[in-house]
Nanobody, 121 residues
Framework: QVQLVESGGGLVQPGGSLRLSCVASGNIWTINTMGWYRQAPGAQRELVAEMPRRGRTNYADSVKGRFTISRDNDKNTVYLQMHSLRPEDTAVYYC???????????????WGQGTQVTVAS
């Protein structure tokens, strides 16, 4: 089993910045894609950014140029640096990881518990 612990959410004024972190622990042999999703009230969960271990990082158009995803493979951690935050960025942010317990296990996906980000003056 894999556990994800998110942190860094909170209340911030428009134009402000926040940095989210997500630390994975448990039965992890390797992690492929690490990503962040968000869900606003009454809306579907949507991709914010994702970063494969190798390959191209993908961002939602609405956050390009403002958000940056990064990862520390040694610490099994993914970050989301958010700048120029807007009220429409208000949502619960979830991290998602694609992991293997061993080379012989299938890939599995795990979600964090979510962290609230509120952008308001």
């Amino acid at each position: 089993q894999v556990q994800l612990v998110e942190s860094g959410g909170g209340l911030v004024q428009p134009g402000g910045s926040l940095r989210l972190s997500c630390v994975a622990s448990g039965n992890i042999w390797t992690i492929n894609t690490m990503g962040w999703y968000r869900q606003a009230p009454g809306a579907q969960r949507e991709l914010v950014a994702e970063m494969p271990r190798r390959g191209r990082t993908n961002y939602a158009d609405s956050v390009k140029g403002r958000f940056t995803i990064s990862r520390d493979n040694d610490k099994n951690t993914v970050y989301l640096q958010m700048h120029s935050l807007r009220p429409e960025d208000t949502a619960v942010y979830y991290c998602k990881l694609e992991t293997q317990q061993s080379p012989w296990h299938p890939w599995s996906h795990y979600w964090g518990q979510g962290t609230q980000v509120t952008v308001a003056s």
